[in-house]
């Protein structure tokens, strides 16, 4: 496939999966997932312009989730009682700035894309995360699906984050 | 004029919800809590060679934690003495000075100005530059490399601070020979609420945690919780000094037992010479504490981690967290207390969500001119709280809210000015 016809294929795939995200489709949204995922978002840190370095394999994170992390999220959100998000919260994901950054095999793509998280809550509770995803996207027996996703949000203190990015 | 003597009720054990909302009572704070207090505002381990520094907060007031060419830490409050710009902006490094980006000012690492732009010309050789230092922390000790500092310098010492709730310290930061070290990286989050709801629930709210966690227990813990009687051998411990102290007793889970239960026994065979058996049978258990004000402990199943909740005005609060493990723990364990800590109380956490929902919406629904005619109820387990052999402090079993109380009792001693400093 050319790179134009890839890039449009994996956009229209994190378009979709972003509106699985925004419908509470939470069950489909981890069938886009593959089995070994490793989902994280490292924390941020005012440092020395070039000095911040949040990859190292013990700096906390957000989210360090694989996926019987990620079931157990789904399933305490559908029990009812996840009162954070009780009653649930109005989600949209902006997804922008798609671009393909490796395609190191046929069946493997490296994927970044910026995302804008609006979340909005009883009356006045509204949020906005802000950030970008570098995603790893394997063809498994014909369907894309997520393997790797490392989420930098563009925040230090955060707010309480009771959505999935 | 704030009296605390009518916000707490000693005798019907109630607080009037004015202290969760009321910019007055908050002011009060500022003066008769935060500069006086004993205040958490690092570990040792995070600024281990001389040059290194971490920068924080001390109740609402910004700070840098340095270490010295000395090698002794100190504490210096992060504002110039010219125009009270920050110094230092960024929160970690290593530094040779601090010097401010308004118009120059410089400090050495014990604080003396050393640097003035145009010194001659601008001042005329008329400013003492001895007499313009940081401002510092008269007051900074460790307690197991926990360092505290102190705005007060008649305050009485941190040994005295903690006082009976060292015993609760050693039991957590006292059970290997190398000590512990903080992971790197710090969560911190911000809500809508007062401090002290936070501060006050880590220091004895047991009640919450099969209703508010109610989702979390159900999906991840609930085997271990034992079903439906959790307070099975569980306690909680109040000392004089108003420090608040829960243990549940679930060591070695079965679920889990596999994974953690070689470092429960790594840790119980350290800890033999270091520790008493009452507080030997505690490691791996869950515990949660506050130290009065804002400084709290979480140990799940033997990880910890350590937090402050600091405020900004009256109704938000900055919660900062970092993970704990011992120094010389094998890497899987670090691993493993990291992870823990990210799932479980974090942000993101699937217990610490629903905190912050609880918190914030208390503060919200809480501080109307009508609701504040009518106390909050802190009843809970008055009166039947007993001296106990092994554990100092006073002891109750749970569901109490003795801790809790503690805190109140606490609070309006060191706002009528009447703790001893």
Not at chain 1, 94 to 102: D, F, K, S
């Amino acid at each position: 496939m050319d790179r134009v016809g890839l890039r449009q294929q994996l956009e229209e795939l994190l378009y979709r999966e972003a509106w699985l995200l925004d419908q509470d489709r939470l069950e489909e949204w981890l069938d886009l997932l593959s089995e070994n995922i490793h989902y994280w978002a490292p924390v941020r840190a005012d440092m020395n312009r070039g000095k911040e370095d949040f990859s190292p394999p013990l700096r906390l994170a957000f989210f360090d989730d694989n996926k019987d992390g990620l079931r157990l999220r789904v399933a305490r959100i559908r029990t009812g009682a996840a009162h954070a998000d009780e009653p649930p919260s109005r989600v949209r994901h902006l997804i922008t700035n798609v671009q393909v950054l490796e395609t190191p095999g046929a069946e493997t793509a490296k994927v970044a894309s910026n995302f804008l998280v609006f979340k909005s809550r009883r009356n006045r509770e509204e949020n906005l995360f802000v950030g970008c995803r570098e995603d790893t996207w394997q063809l498994h027996g014909g369907a894309w699906k997520l393997d790797e996703r490392m989420i930098l949000l563009d925040h230090n203190v955060i707010e309480n984050i009771t959505v999935l990015f | 004029m704030i009296d605390p003597k009518n916000l707490i009720d000693l005798e019907r054990r109630t607080v009037n919800p004015r202290v969760f909302s009321d910019p007055e009572v908050h002011q009060a704070e500022q003066e008769r809590i935060f500069t006086r207090c004993w205040l958490y505002v690092g570990h040792e381990s995070q600024v281990p060679n001389p040059g290194d520094f971490v920068a924080g907060f001390m109740g609402e007031e910004p700070v840098i934690v340095c270490r010295g060419p000395d090698r002794q830490i100190r504490v210096f409050l992060n504002t110039c003495r010219h125009r009270g710009m920050l110094v230092c902006r960024v929160e970690e490094g290593n530094a040779k000075f601090f010097r401010c980006p308004y118009h120059g000012w410089t400090y050495d690492l014990e604080g003396k100005l050393t640097g003035v732009p145009d010194y001659r010309k601008a001042y005329h050789g008329d400013l003492k530059r001895e007499e313009w230092p940081l401002l510092q922390a008269p007051k900074v000790s460790s307690y197991h490399g926990l360092t505290f500092a102190c705005l007060d310098e008649h305050a009485v010492s941190l040994e005295e601070y903690l006082g009976d709730f060292r015993w609760y310290l050693d039991l957590q930061f006292n059970r290997t020979e190398s000590g512990m070290m903080t992971l790197p990286g710090t969560h911190k989050w911000t809500l809508k609420a007062n401090w002290k709801f936070a501060a006050e629930q880590f220091g004895g709210d047991n009640y919450h945690t099969m209703w508010a966690h109610e989702s979390g227990v159900r999906t991840s813990i609930a085997e271990q919780f034992g079903g439906d009687h959790p307070w099975t051998n569980d306690w909680e411990a109040k000392t004089r000094e108003g420090h608040g102290w829960i243990n549940f007793a679930f060591a070695d889970p079965p679920g889990i037992a596999e994974v953690v239960g070689p470092y429960t026994a790594w840790l119980r065979r350290q800890a033999r010479n270091r520790l008493t058996p009452t507080q030997i049978e505690q490691i791996g258990c869950v515990h949660v504490g506050t130290v009065f004000p804002n400084f709290s402990i979480l140990s799940f199943l033997g990880f910890l981690s350590v937090r402050v909740w600091n405020p900004r005005g009256p109704t938000q609060l900055d919660a900062w967290s970092w993970g704990m493990v011992e120094r010389d723990a094998p890497a899987e364990i670090v691993k493993l207390a990291r992870d823990i800590q990210i799932r479980t109380f974090s942000p993101a956490g699937i217990f610490e969500q629903d905190d912050g929902e609880m918190w914030s919406y208390c503060t919200e629904a809480s501080g109307g001119a009508y609701r504040r005619r009518f106390p909050l109820n802190y009843q809970m387990g008055a009166g039947h709280e007993r001296a106990d052999a092994d554990r100092p402090g006073l002891i109750h079993p749970p569901p109490t809210e003795i801790g809790v109380f503690g805190f109140w009792e606490r609070w309006r001693r060191q706002m009528a000015n009447e703790e001893a400093r």
